[in-house]
């Protein structure tokens, strides 16, 4: 499948490729989430059903927010609702960046279609339920990396990577 729509992927990611645990962030990163917070407002997010259930307050305000789930009758509110990847990516800007979110599922069918990568490259390997998987240098390159030590708001260091599609 391919597509001619701007979507990329934005995810944060330990040494161990892990994303998650028990439907839960690993980490609490103030400045990534600002990050993600500063490229998604105005766009799209495509995310998992399981993904929209673990945000604190429902759909994300500012953007509009399509859920992919099985669940044929499932509404959530101020979400475009679909059934598939390709139901998501019909529903996609044709214009306007598109950001895939997770969850690993998610990630794993768009991982070979996304023209882009916003990769949050965490200096820990946690214990987790949930991978993202494996970039490799031959198919990705790296234009921009903005790295991020220790400090009082966060317990672990992290770079911010963005990759384009070889």
Known sequence: MKTSKPISIIV???KNRAIGFKNELL???PDDMKFFKENTTGHTVIMGRNTYLSLPKGALPKRRNIVITMDKEEQFPGCIMVNSI?????QADSD???????????????FPIVQKLYYTDVEDSPEADT???????????L???????????HR?????????RK
């Open 86 to 90: 390709e139901e998501a990516i019909a």
């Open 96 to 110: 306007s960046e598109n950001f895939v979110m997770g969850g690993a599922s998610i990630y794993e069918q768009f």
């Open 131 to 141: 991978w993202f998987p494996e970039v490799k240098e031959e198919e990705w390159e």
């Open 27 to 29: 980490w609490s990163l």
């Open 12 to 14: 944060a990611v330990g």
């Open 156 to 164: 672990v260091a992290f770079t911010i990577k963005e990759f384009v």
């Open 143 to 153: 234009v921009k990396a903005t790295p991020h030590g220790i400090d009082e708001r």
